[in-house]
């Protein structure tokens, strides 16, 4: 009996024994187990930032910083930041030229109208020219203006001698104010020179000075002037000052004498002429809505009938 219990005492110590050595197993097992899977997890985790990482470069690398306008900008204006916008392109669908430092575009002037989120190219835009010393804004009131001229136009002015000869005198300028007939140019001291003996070359030869505008002046290229300063006249400027003023207060009143002609030849005729075709044109332009009016009332009249 004695035996049989040392016996089962030895089966189960051996029970035991065998089962702590498999939980010990099984424990370590699964601590491998753990472990591996957390290096696994590590290295696919490493792998994906990897990855992450790169797709970010590849498209850094393939998108551009450029500026887009806020605003209507007109051409001829000098441009700000506070015109414009910066935004992320796809470097494949911008232009070559596109403008994308700060450096490059403040303070440059738009070649034509940029209509909001224009992009900015370094084709849209041109340097401004520096400020001279010389530079001095002059009223002239002797020049024959166009009747559509405006504010902020740019213009050529030229002089017209009897004999057909026409030159340039002042290239590519723009009003800088207009009131009336008289506008007011920015111009150099040579600029001021040459329009000062043309001004006297037009009161002693009878020509005649007038002014063309530009179609698209920040597109087109300014002319050349070919009016040769008379060296003569500069010297008879110089030798009576009062000259000049002479001439311009001259070529003003022959402009206005001119306008006061061809307002003198108004007839009561021509006028009631003008007027009864002014009624017509008004009357023209009425007419189409009062055609569509009727129309549309008869067509709800025929809409109300039974």
């Keep these: 009996m004695l035996r049989l219990r040392q016996k089962t005492k030895h089966l189960m110590y051996s029970a035991v024994s065998g089962a702590g050595i498999v939980i010990i197993m099984f424990i370590a097992y699964l601590i491998m187990n753990q472990n591996h899977i957390t290096q696994t997890e590590k290295a696919v985790e490493q792998r994906y930032e990897s990855e992450i990482?790169?797709?970010?470069?590849?498209?850094?690398?393939?998108?551009?910083?450029?500026?887009?306008?806020?605003?209507?900008?007109?051409?001829?204006?000098?441009?700000?930041?506070?015109?414009?916008?910066?935004?992320?392109?796809?470097?494949?669908l911008v232009p070559s030229d596109v403008v994308s430092s700060r450096e490059n575009i403040e303070g440059k002037i738009t070649k034509i109208t940029l209509k909001p989120s224009t992009l900015v190219t370094?084709?849209?835009?041109?340097?401004?020219?520096?400020?001279?010393?010389?530079?001095?804004?002059?009223?002239?009131?002797?020049?024959?203006?166009?009747?559509?001229?405006?504010?902020?136009?740019?213009?050529?002015?030229?002089?017209?001698?009897?004999?057909?000869?026409?030159?340039?005198?002042?290239?590519?300028?723009?009003?800088?104010?207009?009131?009336?007939s008289t506008l007011t140019l920015t111009l150099t001291e040579p600029e001021i020179l040459s329009l000062s003996s043309a001004v006297v070359d037009a009161y002693l030869h009878k020509a005649s000075i007038y002014a063309l505008t530009y179609v698209e002046p920040e597109l087109q290229l300014s002319a050349i002037p070919t009016y040769p300063a008379n060296d003569q006249v500069l010297k008879l400027i110089a030798k009576d000052p009062n000259i000049l003023k002479r001439a311009e207060q001259g070529l003003s009143h022959t402009s206005r004498a001119l306008l006061e002609q061809?307002?003198?030849?108004?007839?009561?005729?021509?006028?009631?002429?003008?007027?009864?075709?002014?009624?017509?044109?008004?009357?023209?332009?009425?007419?189409?809505?009062?055609?569509?009016?009727?129309?549309?009332?008869?067509?709800?009249?025929?809409?109300?009938?039974?």
Excluded: H
């Design 53 to 92: 990482k790169r797709l970010k470069e590849v498209k850094s690398a393939q998108i551009i910083q450029g500026w887009v306008a806020a605003r209507q900008i007109e051409a001829g204006e000098k441009l700000s930041l506070s015109d414009l916008e910066q935004k992320e392109f796809p470097s494949d």
């Design 122 to 180: 370094d084709s849209l835009l041109y340097e401004a020219e520096a400020a001279t010393n010389d530079l001095r804004n002059r009223e002239i009131s002797f020049v024959k203006i166009p009747a559509v001229l405006k504010s902020k136009d740019v213009i050529d002015v030229r002089i017209q001698f009897p004999t057909g000869q026409d030159y340039i005198i002042l290239s590519k300028k723009k009003v800088k104010d207009l009131k009336s």
């Design 262 to 306: 061809d307002l003198s030849a108004l007839t009561p005729q021509t006028t009631s002429e003008f007027e009864g075709k002014q009624v017509e044109y008004l009357q023209a332009a009425e007419q189409p809505g009062k055609s569509r009016q009727s129309g549309e009332d008869a067509s709800r009249d025929s809409n109300t009938k039974p």
